[in-house]
């Protein structure tokens, strides 16, 4: 599966637009969501375990509820 960078907006948090560049990685893309009204960023990712259950996670590993709703809305658009 070939990874194009891009940036795109997504409604996050309801009815903001919130800016995510994707950057493509050797162990897949990594999404980096522009929090509206906050200074700086999070990182984004998922990971599909063997049982085919995909995990979001943030910054350095950390599987949130944030990521997961940022990843879904991601998924929407």
Known sequence: MSCIEREFYIPYPE???TR?????MENGPRF?????????NVIVYSQ?????????????GIASQSAAEIGKRMEIE
């Open 15 to 17: 009815n903001t637009s």
């Open 48 to 60: 599909t375990d063997a049982a085919g259950n995909e995990t979001w996670y943030e910054g350095d």
């Open 32 to 40: 980096v969501v522009f929090l509206a009204g906050e200074e700086g």
């Open 20 to 24: 995510v560049y994707m950057k493509c």
